[in-house]
């Protein structure tokens, strides 16, 4: 709970905006099984952290990898189309590239009803975190990690920031997750 109140803090978002996991695979994984499970297929750059389509098969979620321009940016209006929901890494790991804010709402503002995760592990080595845009936009939720720019990986500490019911959705999943660890016949 403290660590949820200091994040919320930092990041100016309340608490309940506030998940917090055993490091950022872990949250990602809740993200899958609770927020991208849809009857269409998830959308996500075919060259980017190599998890998704993992998760993707773990969890029986379709995908469609969606191709990066010539220059390895991604480019939103790729996104613009029916999906079970979007996540991709900005910056991208694997490239480096990173989008701008701007360019981040374009997606989120084509894709009102679906949810966009903007998986920030590397923001802090040359981008700009979409968490100002979790106001504004309910469809969004940021998932960091305490492992890469802070160097806490021995920690396992991930948290993900959004809209209460995103947050409220991963609560579930996490518990249920625990409660299945914790079953014994």
């Keep these: 709970m403290q660590l949820r109140q200091a994040l919320a ?4 978002v309340s608490i309940d905006q506030v998940f917090v996991g055993n490091g950022s695979d872990e949250v990602l994984a809740h993200v899958f099984q609770a927020l991208l499970k849809h009857d ?3 959308l996500f750059p075919d060259i980017s952290y190599s998890f998704y389509p993992v998760y993707c098969g773990l969890y029986g979620i379709d995908s469609v990898k969606v191709p990066l321009t010539d220059d390895f940016s991604i480019a939103p209006a790729d996104y ?8 991709f890494p900005n910056p ?15 997606m ?6 679906s949810v966009v995760v903007v998986d920030e592990a590397y923001v802090d080595f040359g981008g700009e975190t979409a968490i100002p845009l ?3 936009y309910p469809n969004l939720l940021v998932v960091q990690t305490l492992s890469k720019s802070r160097s806490l990986a021995g920690l396992r500490v ?3 920031v959004g809209h209460e019911d ?3 959705a991963l609560e579930r999943v996490s518990v249920l997750v625990e409660r299945t660890a914790n079953w014994s016949p």
């Design 134 to 136: 979790v106001a504004k």
């Design 158 to 160: 991930g948290f993900a």
């Design 108 to 113: 989120l503002a084509a894709n009102p009803d």
């Design 80 to 87: 613009a189309r029916p999906n079970g929901g979007i996540i």
């Design 40 to 42: 269409l297929p998830i």
């Design 92 to 106: 991208n790991a694997p490239t480096g590239r990173a989008l701008p804010l701007a360019a981040i709402e374009q």
């Design 166 to 168: 995103l947050i409220e």
């Design 9 to 12: 803090q930092l990041h100016g």
